[in-house]
């Protein structure tokens, strides 16, 4: 018998019985508020932070002011051109050049700060993600739904992507005694450019 | 030759007399429960999410064997390559077979208990395969020859200057670095070059999806997604256990998971693998290794609802002031303790035993899963199966004595007064007692309860 069979004969023999642990329905729980300041908030404390426009500002003018030093900014939607477009990177190693990724989100959720990305809005190209210092993600406050419950639910992404990261705020770390950082080995900042 | 049990106490004892580390770990512990307090208060419905997390976790154990059949379904469809490893050695060989059909040699994984379990590197390694440990904590446990002390924090016994020294070793970093910022840019910088060189990348993961065939990933690094893709073979290892049944479930447990192990309201990701990126290959790993067989211990099956996060470790005081390592096992802490025995009942007899049973490990687990209830049964299983030490068997065989004759506890107990007043130290406070050790004994009582009663009510109550 294939170690498949023997296990799952084991279990079918071994387990406590069906009848008496029924399926609880789905649960649909705690605060429904999907609006941007409690996504904002959320935002924050996951480290997070919101690009805020000045006046005058396009994303090119306010991503130039809060990143100074970037020479590769990769584009990955239609309307920001960046240096270089996420079509052109031919290899997932070669997304390691990039300073700044700018992309767009399908959807955030306000309990948690977090943006949904997946191979859709990266055009296949996963690593760029992570391999990125900084990742700027484009969200629309249309386009918030307010908890985990609302999310999985309601969300058609968690049943057609084969990759869907929820990034909540930058990478992190707190293994060398206990202290925060902020910027661990995946992008060290995430900033939320509202449209 | 007869495996030997790990001596807890002994290594307890060990790190008891190291003050800087002992006071920072119990603090750090502590700070991470305190967190997740405050976490809880903040939702009306915690208590609701937990019952509801037991409820799924419970019913999907008892239809494992169908829930299991759909994932690989599923999971088939969508591309992925399904195994299954009846124990570690199977696991590892499945893991050294993907590896040699691609001629990989360099492995870069993020952090997996069951990898851990399988003793999967000490396979791989001496068959020329570089692993790398991309997690920043297993890293410095990888760099150190140790195993993780604990499953969410797996360096959390170590202090700045102990990393220093592994970095300065290994990185050629300042031995001297007192600054935790540089020394993980340190890691980071260290990484990159082996993740973009590695040949293949490893998960574990915390759940399986069986409705979508998905597996989900939560980390806060960004290791285990850089790990699963960049390198354009991605291999995850599970527990059978994992499962959930529907996407949706999933709101409870990742609601769950970060505030019971860190106090965060979510890791920093999330990741939800349904199926191959493009131009890639997804091997998953399905791992029983004794679980199948735990499921039908009738009073020890629901510790197969755990989610590890943690949350009994942070809590308990015993593994607060003895440290993981001190475990001598893969699973640590109060979760540790009771499903240990299950992999080697005679070499974890003793970890039952590193509990004061005051239920703070039941009351703080998101799943509910009656820990300290266990850890009761466990040394009454062992009891029965004569795994005790002798110094613990004789003291309850005496004690039970004692106990079960009034008379006899009575002339004993008025005896301690004189003992404990009058005995020599090296009397009371020798190996056979293992309550003298870093404590005093109480101090004896004038007269015990049962003879001030006599004294002063049995004669009025007999009056009345």
């Known amino acids: 018998m294939s170690s498949r069979d023997t296990i799952l004969a084991t279990l079918r023999a071994n387990r406590p019985d069906p009848a008496a642990h029924p399926l609880p329905p789905v649960a649909m729980l705690g605060d429904m508020d999907k609006g941007r300041d409690r996504f904002e908030n959320s935002l924050q404390i996951l480290g997070g932070q919101i690009l805020m426009p000045q006046e005058g500002d396009t994303l090119a003018t306010a991503i130039a002011r809060r990143f100074p030093d970037a020479k590769v900014i990769c584009s990955a939607v239609p309307d920001f051109e960046g240096t270089i477009r996420i079509e052109e990177i031919e290899s997932p190693q070669q997304a390691a050049a990039t300073d700044v990724l700018v992309v767009r989100s399908p959807f955030g959720i306000a309990e948690m700060g977090s943006i949904y990305l997946s191979e859709a809005q990266l055009n296949n190209l996963n690593s760029a993600a992570h391999l990125t210092q900084h990742i700027v993600v484009i969200l629309s406050e249309e386009n918030l739904t307010a908890n985990m419950h609302t999310a999985y639910l309601e969300r058609p992404e968690f049943h057609t992507a084969n990759y869907g990261v929820l990034m909540s705020g930058p990478s992190a770390t707190a293994d060398i005694q206990g202290v925060l950082i902020r910027g661990a080995q995946g992008v060290r900042s995430l900033s939320i450019w509202w449209e | 030759m007869k495996v030997k049990p790990v001596n807890h106490a002994k290594a307890a004892e060990e790190f008891l007399e190291d003050a800087p580390h002992l006071t920072f770990h119990d603090e750090r512990l502590w700070d991470m429960r305190q967190k997740r307090d405050q976490q809880m208060h903040l939702l009306p419905e915690w208590q609701d999410l937990r019952t509801r997390a037991s409820e799924i ?16 379904a599923n999971a088939k469809k969508n591309g992925i390559h399904v195994h299954w490893a009846a124990d570690g050695a199977e696991h590892n060989r499945i893991v050294g077979e993907i590896l040699e059909k691609h001629g990989a040699k360099s492995l870069i994984k993020s ?133 959930v049944p529907r996407m949706a479930d999933l709101g409870v447990f990742v609601r769950l998971l970060s505030r019971s192990a860190l106090g965060s309201p979510i890791t920093q990701y999330t990741t939800h693998f349904r199926g191959p990126q493009k131009g890639g290959e997804m091997h998953i790993v399905l791992v029983d290794n004794g679980r199948s ?60 035993f590193a509990s004061t049973m005051n239920g703070s490990c039941t009351n703080v687990c998101p799943v509910k899963i009656n820990i300290h209830e266990q850890l009761y049964k466990w040394r009454r299983v062992l009891a029965e199966h004569h795994e005790l030490p002798f110094v613990k068997r004789e003291i309850m065989h005496m004690a039970g004595k004692l106990m079960g004759q009034p008379k006899l506890y009575r002339t004993a107990i008025n005896g301690t007064e004189v003992a404990l007043s009058t005995m020599p130290r090296f009397v009371l406070y020798n190996w056979l007692n293992p309550w003298g050790k870093h404590r005093e004994l109480p101090h004896p009582v004038k007269q015990t309860f049962h003879s001030w009663y006599k004294q002063n009510r049995l004669k009025k109550d007999k009056a009345q």
């Open chain 2, 57 to 72: 976790k419970e019913h999907t154990l008892a239809n494992l064997p169908e829930y299991l059949e759909q994932f690989e």
């Open chain 2, 111 to 243: 952090k997996s208990m069951v990898t851990e379990e399988c003793d999967m590197r000490a396979y791989l390694e001496p068959r020329g395969v570089t692993v790398t440990e991309t997690d920043l904590g297993e890293r410095i446990q990888q760099l150190d020859d140790q195993l993780p002390s604990h499953i969410v924090v797996p360096a959390v016994h170590k202090l700045v200057p102990d990393v220093a020294k592994i970095f300065a070793k290994n990185y050629h970093t300042d031995p001297n670095d007192n600054d935790p910022q540089s020394l993980a840019e340190a890691q980071r910088m260290a990484a990159r070059p082996v993740i973009l060189t590695a040949d293949a990348g490893m998960t574990g993961g915390n759940f399986l999806v069986a409705e979508t065939g998905t597996f989900v990933v939560c980390t806060n690094e960004g290791n285990a997604d850089l790990s699963s893709t960049v390198p354009n073979l991605h291999i995850a290892t599970l527990g059978i256990e994992r499962l």
């Open chain 2, 293 to 352: 067989t735990r499921l039908g211990m009738e009073e020890f099956w629901t510790s197969l609802k755990c989610i590890r996060c943690g949350a009994c470790m942070n809590t308990c005081p015993v593994y607060r002031r003895s440290g993981g390592l001190s475990y001598g096992a893969v699973y640590s802490g109060p979760i540790g303790a009771i499903i240990d025995p299950t992999f080697n009942e005679r070499k974890y007899s003793t970890l039952p």
